[in-house]
């Protein structure tokens, strides 16, 4: 079973419509819960990152962990066509160095 | 402006000439990591060097090599490449700070094709 599992879809989705992406996660250590954004032909960029169970705002981007389901989700309102991007969840236990990535979602908004 | 720089950016080799693909950041910063990326199997790390001289396996760190000789320095070596080396590979970069808030600054990405 892979540490973390995401759908790669691709997903295409309307300009101004709420997008929604997920990961799950295997191991309960994991303690840090991140999401990057990687353009065409560009090195991934962190997005956010939390570290709790709960919600983190950004202005349009809210990123969601729920530790309990071992789930994490970005969400993202009033989506722009700028926010077509392959977005990456990527995960750390404590103390630890290494970040494990999942599959990315390759997301298309349409003007 | 800061930056990681990754060398060359597009790459076509044959199977067994070994080849070596630079990284290098202007940020002071002590760790330094290579990724490759593929279709479906995301990023998955293959070396990293907390600082100078200290390095350490990946999860596919089969094929490479890598020395931290300098600390701006991070290349990545193949010794004898083969088909399934074929990849997207990225370099990236953290300070102390940059890492507890689980920021790695990435390079663009080198595009290599084993023939």
């Known amino acids: 079973q892979k540490e973390v599992e995401q759908d790669p879809g691709p997903l295409s989705v309307p300009e101004g419509a709420i997008v929604s992406l997920n990961c799950t996660y295997s191991?309960?250590?994991?303690?840090?819960f991140m999401w990057y954004r990687q353009y065409s032909r560009k090195g991934p960029e962190l997005l956010m990152y939390?570290?709790?169970?709960g919600n983190k705002e950004d202005g349009r981007f809210t990123a969601q962990v729920d530790k309990s389901s071992k789930y994490i989700s970005l969400f993202i309102r009033d989506s722009q066509p700028s926010d077509s991007a392959t977005y990456l969840c990527?995960?750390?236990?404590?103390?630890?160095?290494?970040?494990?990535f999942g599959q990315g979602t390759r997301l298309t908004i349409n003007p | 402006e800061a930056q990681v720089t990754q060398n060359p950016r597009y790459l076509i080799t044959v199977t067994g000439k070994k080849l070596t693909v630079t990284c290098s950041q202007n940020?002071?910063?002590?760790?330094m990591s290579w990724y490759r990326q593929d279709p479906g199997l995301g990023l998955r790390q293959i070396y990293y060097?907390?600082?100078?001289?200290?390095?350490d396996k990946g999860d596919v760190p089969e094929g490479y090599k890598v020395s931290r000789k300098e600390k701006r320095n991070f290349p990545l070596i193949l010794e004898s490449p083969s088909p399934n080396q074929t990849s997207l590979y990225f370099c990236?970069?953290?300070?102390?700070?940059?890492?507890?808030?689980?920021?790695?600054?990435f390079g663009a990405g080198t595009r290599l094709s084993v023939l």
């Open positions: 990236a970069s953290s300070g102390r700070d940059d890492l507890a808030k689980n920021i790695q600054y």
């Open positions: 060097s907390m600082n100078v001289e200290v390095t």
């Open positions: 990527a995960i750390r236990g404590r103390g630890a160095q290494k970040l494990v």
């Open positions: 191991n309960s250590a994991f303690q840090y």
């Open positions: 939390t570290y709790s169970s």
């Open positions: 940020m002071n910063h002590e760790y």
